[in-house]
């Protein structure tokens, strides 16, 4: 068993510290937080072993999670992978693109692996509906969500929509050619509102709006191709597949047909792909275990996280412009 700490003690750092607890992947070594108060509360309530120092938690584990605040990331990181030790990242993987691109390096050169926490990459939903997705050519995604405090020292881009442009990347084999975007700051400074079109150079565009001061919450994408509609609800994680396909010229009573000018027929038919109960973070920590075991390529690797580090500081840039 991998032996693994954890970096941070907050609200998703003690859901990480349960589930690793929980996996017969991983032996839970133990955690250090910053916050003596919150470190020894957390300490005595679940009885995880504390560590006073990061240098201590890193020279006792093969695998160092690392849940703490985005600009804490890099030097995490980096004192993570100088003493060889391989390194599980929350979203997004760094404050910067020349920080996530020292760690890629860092991470090259000291021969480690590196994984980036893009849960959603691993909603039953998307895994149940991405062999369906083939070469979408207009995406939508809506990724609404009620105020919290947690997460508004970066824009909403950062903190929602990045997300969705980790799996629109995932499913669109082709470089972003342009970026558009607007943003707006109601609660904090910054943007708590925004809206991006990304255009690739195959000529998919995809639609993103993210919003942290939403009255419901809300995680929809709606991906469209040729003779197929695939929606994945990535909060109710339910999915539906619409396709079409010549009409046979003898249609049954209850067939969906459409008809376009030009006559052409098409019958519409539905599929409900089953949808596996999972849970995301665990499956994503555990396949991260996988590839360190079984020396193969991550889920998620630093560079996919890069990438969608990279896109989002360019739909950022457009809110100054």
């Keep these: 068993m991998l032996k693994v700490g954890v970096l941070g003690a907050g609200h998703l750092g003690k859901i990480h510290l349960r589930l690793l607890n929980q ?32 240098a201590e938690l890193v020279a006792a584990v093969d695998v160092v999670d690392i849940v703490t605040p985005t600009l804490s990331h890099y030097e995490c990181a980096k004192e993570a992978i100088a003493a060889g030790k391989h390194i599980f990242v929350e979203k997004p993987i760094s404050n910067t693109i020349e920080e996530a691109e020292e760690i890629i ?5 000291h021969n480690i692996k590196g994984q980036v926490g893009h849960v959603e990459r691993f909603n039953p939903a998307f895994i149940a509906t991405k062999a369906k ?55 904090s400074d910054t943007p708590d509102i925004a809206n991006a079109r990304i255009e690739f150079e195959n000529g998919c565009v995809a639609n993103l709006t993210a919003s942290r001061i939403s009255l419901k919450n809300m995680r929809k994408s709606r991906f469209f191709q040729k003779d197929a509609y695939i929606s994945v609800d990535f909060l109710e994680k339910a ?79 457009c809110f100054n412009n």
């Design 133 to 187: 997705i083939e070469n979408p050519m207009f995406i939508e995604t809506h990724r609404l969500a009620e105020f919290n405090p947690r997460g508004t020292d970066v824009p909403v881009v950062l903190d929602l929509m990045i997300h969705d442009i980790d799996v629109i990347l995932s499913v669109v084999n082709s470089p972003v050619k342009n970026v558009y975007a607007s943003g707006v700051s109601v609660i």
């Design 23 to 54: 996996s017969d992947k991983y032996e839970l070594v133990g955690f250090y937080d910053p916050n003596s108060d919150n470190a020894e509360k957390v300490s005595k309530e679940f009885g995880y072993l504390k560590f006073n120092t990061i």
């Design 239 to 317: 999915c539906e597949v619409v396709k079409m396909k010549d009409a046979p010229e003898v249609p049954g009573d209850f067939d969906m047909i459409l008809q376009n000018a030009e006559g052409i027929k098409k019958q519409i038919y539905f599929e409900s792909p089953d949808v596996a109960a999972n849970n995301a973070i665990l499956d994503e920590l555990e396949t991260f275990a996988d590839a360190i075991n079984n020396d193969t390529k991550p889920v998620v690797t630093l560079e996919d996280g890069t990438e969608a580090l990279r896109i989002a500081h360019r739909i950022v840039a």
């Design 105 to 109: 390096a860092l991470a090259n050169q």
